[in-house]
């Protein structure tokens, strides 16, 4: 069946939901003009006609199938379908894909070779001269989860008639198709409120912006299946084939304001840590109980003497009825806060490798490899003094032999080794950081990753015959390395397509559902209060908060100084982009003109 061509009307749609239905579709069409390469297009390019199919298929209430062909064109929201079936009207009405999409459904846009605009095309034409078919699917809802060769075959009464039907047939050699699917809808997260139990008492705090939808997620529960929890699991199996094991409970991941730790590394990491305001609550209180959601009981173990020791504020304020002065406590940013209450505790295992795993939390600046919030397993183990060395080489050995055949599972039979772990000494002359090169990704800054650190200057005075050796591990990253997953925050998605990638038993290369997502640019400028000062991460953590995560790199681009005023102003360049949600040019300036108000306001600074 030959399609129909027909100019782009510029109307507006609305996008919804429809369920039982399906669309897939065929396109070829010539690209004319588009816009800026790298901010994603504010209207939909015009003037791009093509031959393509749209094939339809829905059901009635009685069960029958339809089917009807059409062709689609870039709208101001997406993708508009405008059917061209048998027994239609000449001027039919246009509606959008995504309205007769089912949740499962796919979209399916077959475009000439280097119309798409995006890496898959070989050559790859410029943004603005392409159809920029990412960024247009975007404003619809939906992502690119999918890129194939085109096949005429494959598509039944398809026949290439070319431009308004004349005999100048379209070239399909190197055609590629495109494959859409929903994404899930980017709504504006507002931070939860949490609620645990200690005894008779009900306390609750409030997530942090920054952190919004990564507390309490519960990937190392027994019920998970997390890739975090496979390899945590692959790597404590793998120590444990060598050295006896202890398995410990990780408590509450909130800690008291004067939580200090014998290791420097955490006195320092308590400066960036995520401090939160912990409310006392009488359990006849229902004030909150329609906002709350209740810590699970893994996280529920810490002591009530948090509560004697911290200040409560000015006991002169009455504080509001059924709520208690609030207690200021941190999230902590290491496990490595607990280790003097695992050496300390009475059944202690000298000899055997203490094992802890749990969340953790810190502020930190953006960029690919570095996250706000992750899973660290800590390795606790105490041996003789006169044995210490040959027990710590025996240790950091299989440590390396296990790190290096995780990280190998995804490698083809005949391929060389491309990950090796190395255990770097650090000034002291007695710490490691274990380095991991990987070519993986082909990014600098994955050719020399960090995944974790061993400390054997740890003692206790209750074990002063011991000394002990304590190995952190980073499990997302080390995850990541080992799925070549080149971005952290699909770790921590709600999308339910993620978890199929993972079979249980089986090791193989992560493959991203979204594909080639629109990056968009922002520069933002301000004059810096010189009383208040200037905190960059706090900067970071700002844009965090309010583009929930979608900005994935901040460059300071310069430095200002007025030449009479004195005063200072500095100019940051902010790139938006997601890994798993459609994202469009107008949510991205609808977060920039809230970043510039929230810098004003909690950093003090004017913008420009």
């Not at 770097?424 to 960090?450: E, R, T, W």
């Not at 080149?486 to 992560?510: C, G, H, Q, Y």
Request: charged share 20%; glycine share 6%; proline share 6%.
């Amino acid at each position: 069946m030959q399609s129909r061509h027909q100019p782009l009307t510029g109307e507006k749609e609305a996008l919804g939901d429809f369920e039982g239905s399906d669309v897939k579709n065929q396109r070829q069409g010539e690209s004319e003009q588009g816009v800026k390469e790298g901010h994603g297009p504010s209207t939909p390019p015009v003037g791009r006609r093509g031959e393509f199919l749209l094939r339809c298929r829905s059901e009635r209430d009685d069960g029958a199938k339809l089917y009807s062909n059409g062709h689609l064109s870039p709208a101001p929201s997406g993708f508009g379908w405008e059917s061209t079936g048998p027994g239609e009207s000449a001027a039919p009405a246009r509606t959008s894909c995504a309205d007769i999409l089912a949740e499962d459904g796919e979209v399916h846009v077959a475009l000439c070779r280097g119309q798409g605009g995006t890496p898959a095309d070989k050559p790859q034409r410029e943004w603005h001269n392409s159809w920029q078919v990412v960024a247009m699917a975007a404003l619809g809802g939906l992502i690119l989860s999918d890129v194939l060769p085109f096949s005429c075959d494959a598509v039944p009464g398809y026949k290439c008639t070319g431009y308004r039907s004349q005999d100048k047939p379209f070239h399909v050699e190197g055609a590629l198709n495109h494959v859409f699917t929903r994404s899930l809808p980017f709504e504006d997260s507002k931070p939860r409120i949490f609620r645990i139990k200690l005894g008779d008492k009900c306390f609750s705090f409030l997530e942090p912006e920054a952190l919004a939808g990564k507390l309490n997620r519960g990937f190392l529960e027994a019920s998970s299946c997390h890739p975090i929890k496979t390899i945590n699991e692959k790597l404590i199996a793998g120590l444990g084939s060598a050295f006896p094991l202890k398995m410990l409970k990780c408590s509450c991941p909130l800690l008291q304001q004067e939580s200090t730790s014998v290791f420097p590394s955490w006195n320092s990491d308590i400066l960036s840590a995520f401090w939160v305001n912990l409310y006392e609550h009488n359990l006849n209180c229902k004030s909150l109980v329609d906002e709350t959601q209740e810590i699970t009981e893994s996280l529920v173990s810490f002591s009530d003497r948090i509560f004697a020791r911290s200040p409560r504020g000015n006991g002169n304020k009455e504080a509001p009825e059924g709520i208690c002065e609030p207690v200021k406590v941190c999230l902590r940013s290491s496990l490595l806060v607990h280790v003097q209450a695992v050496i300390q505790a009475p059944d202690f295992l000298p000899g055997s490798l203490n094992i802890l795993s749990g969340p953790v939390f810190r502020k930190c600046h953006i960029s690919p490899f570095t996250m706000p919030a992750f899973h660290e397993t800590l390795v606790i183990f105490g041996v003789n003094q006169n044995l210490k060395h040959h027990c710590l080489l025996s240790l950091l050995d299989h440590l390396k032999a296990t790190l290096e055949s995780l990280l190998t599972q995804t490698l083809l039979e005949d391929a060389k080794l491309s990950s090796s772990v190395e255990f770097a000494l650090q000034p002291n002359g007695i710490d490691y950081m274990i380095h991991v090169k990987s070519p993986k990704f082909g990014l600098d800054c994955a050719k020399d990753l960090i995944i974790g650190s061993v400390i054997t200057s740890a003692i206790s005075i209750t074990h002063k015959d011991q000394c002990f050796v304590i190995i952190s591990i980073n499990l997302d990253l080390l995850t990541m390395l080992i799925w070549n997953i080149s971005d952290w925050r699909i770790l921590w998605t709600f999308d339910n397509r993620f978890l199929k990638n993972f079979v249980p038993e089986k090791i193989a290369p992560f493959k991203s559902y979204s594909l080639y997502p629109p990056c968009y640019v922002h520069d933002i400028s301000f004059w810096l209060n010189e009383k208040k000062g200037f905190d960059e991460l706090e900067f970071h953590t700002v844009a965090r908060a309010v583009s929930q995560d979608t900005i994935t790199s901040i460059q300071l681009l310069g430095r200002f100084q007025h030449p009479k005023t004195g005063q200072i102003s500095l100019c940051y360049r902010l790139t938006y982009q997601t890994c798993d949600k459609a994202l469009t040019q107008q949510q991205v300036a609808l977060r920039q003109l809230q970043f510039r108000k929230e810098i004003q306001q909690q950093l003090h600074v004017t913008p420009r």
